[in-house]
């Protein structure tokens, strides 16, 4: 009798881990039949007309445990929370990896690595063989940036509104080995790619073999036409590295439409997989030529797994990749990027019309979605934050860097528009509290 009771504990523990590539996932138990209720009902709507229907929002908020917290998250492009049912299945793979954690997470859950592969390539649009799952975009980046081989004088190209993480891994290089990394400044926002094109076209020199660029900064959300700035470098012998951290699950593209040779991601972010998840693109070819971050037997192979010798890692974290991906695909990847992107300009183009509050981010399609940056005349970014977390309970992040001197917000497809007029009151009060302060000029 316990021999049969055994065996059953087994197949069920087998069907949770089929998970989230199978017909019983979480996504299917949890919010299929709702979001395709919604779908077939609004099925004649664009995705721009969609963006604005708060009945089929109301159905994707209730999917996240934060749209009810106490505090107020605007600072999405930071981390993202997970949906419930993210939360769920990382909770069911720890719990089952813990019985026997050897044995569950080796020849268990990673069987799912493969499974999960294939659903975010087709997420990107690209090749399974050319994909590796990671730990985040710092982690993919200093792969690529680390595993390319460069000699003493040779030059890269990148910009002093990249991240801070990628930027110092190129300068342990730049004073390790030699190389010259060479750094543009921009003023944004831009509203013309050949201004940003002709910016790195211009710092090219006969010893450059490499461009970094951010496709969507980090700092005030500035799309970066990064398939121009790619096809111009190869138009000359060059590579490019893209950062893909604010853009992936969010934007709508596929990976090699970019036109990229290499490509790195966070997947906790608008993805909203679990936090410490990320994911590296590389373009079938030239993963030879690249030496793995941590070390492994063969690292001129050809086979994009080489990069995933991390030894023991979250198995639980990886396998709720899989529950987001679905999630995501339940929304659109279009219907979610005109949300967000009108969830963005809701707040931001009443902001505008407030005395002494000014906007940092271009408001056009083209050249920002999610994020957008914000000041009150009178407030350093750091006051202006503390004010709204401490006073209105609303979290964003001060961003006090070069050039750039505001508040970052960023929304999600949880945030409500009630929770962005509490916002847009709340830069209106902190203005007219500052209004002795000279009015500042307004960005676009």
């Known amino acids: 009798m316990k021999s049969t009771t055994d065996r059953r504990s087994f197949f069920k523990k087998a069907a949770v881990l089929a998970g989230a590539f199978s017909s019983n996932s979480l996504f299917e138990q949890l919010h299929a039949a709702d979001i395709l209720a919604k779908n077939r ?27 009810s917290s106490p505090v107020l998250n605007l600072n999405n492009g930071g981390v993202s929370p997970s949906p419930l049912l993210v939360l769920q299945a990382v909770d069911r793979y720890s719990q089952l990896s813990n019985q026997a954690p050897s044995y569950y997470m080796w020849r268990i859950l990673d069987q799912g690595r ?69 750094q543009l400044s921009f003023d944004f926002p831009i509203e013309d790619d050949e201004t940003i094109v002709e910016a790195y076209r211009q710092a090219i020199s006969p010893k450059t073999k490499i461009i970094h660029v951010t496709h969507v900064i980090n700092w005030v959300g500035q799309i970066m036409p990064v398939r121009k700035i790619c096809q111009m470098a190869h138009e000359k012998g060059l590579e490019v590295i893209v950062d893909g951290a604010h853009s992936f699950g969010l934007l709508n593209f596929r990976i090699p439409d970019l036109e990229a040779d290499y490509f790195g991601t966070s997947l906790h972010k ?44 979250s198995f639980p974290l990886e396998q709720g990749i899989g529950e987001a991906v679905n999630f995501h695909n339940g929304i659109g990847a279009e219907r979610k990027e005109a949300r967000v992107r009108y969830l963005k300009n809701y707040w931001a183009e009443q902001a505008l019309g407030i005395p002494g509050v000014n906007i940092h981010t271009s408001l056009q399609p083209a050249y920002s979605c999610a994020i957008a940056g914000v000041s009150v005349d009178g407030l350093s970014p750091q006051e202006l934050e503390r004010q709204l977390l401490g006073t209105y309970k609303i979290h964003t992040t001060p961003i006090s860097y070069e050039n750039i001197h505001c508040v970052r917000v960023s929304p999600h497809v949880y945030t409500r528009l009630t929770d962005l007029d509490r916002l847009v009151a709340a830069l209106g009060e902190l203005s007219a509290a500052h209004s002795s302060q000279p009015l500042g000029q307004k960005g676009t």
């Open 270 to 313: 608008y993805l909203s997989a679990p936090i410490g998840t990320g994911m590296l693109w590389i373009k079938k070819e030239k993963i030879s030529k690249v030496w793995p971050l941590l070390c492994n037997g063969n690292p001129k192979s050809e086979d994009i797994r080489k990069f995933e010798t991390l030894g023991t890692r």
């Open 41 to 67: 009902q609004y099925v004649s709507l664009s995705p721009q007309e969609m963006a604005e229907n708060e009945d089929f929002w109301a159905t994707i908020q209730q999917g996240y445990p934060a749209s």
């Open 114 to 182: 493969e499974p999960l592969r294939q659903k975010l390539a087709l997420l990107g649009g690209c090749d399974p063989d050319e994909l590796a799952i990671n730990r985040n975009a710092t982690e993919a980046l200093n792969t690529i940036i680390y595993g390319l081989d460069l000699q003493k004088g040779d030059e890269v190209i990148g910009c002093k509104q990249d991240y801070p993480n990628m930027m110092q891994a190129w300068k342990q290089r730049e004073q390790r080995e030699g190389i010259r990394y060479k």
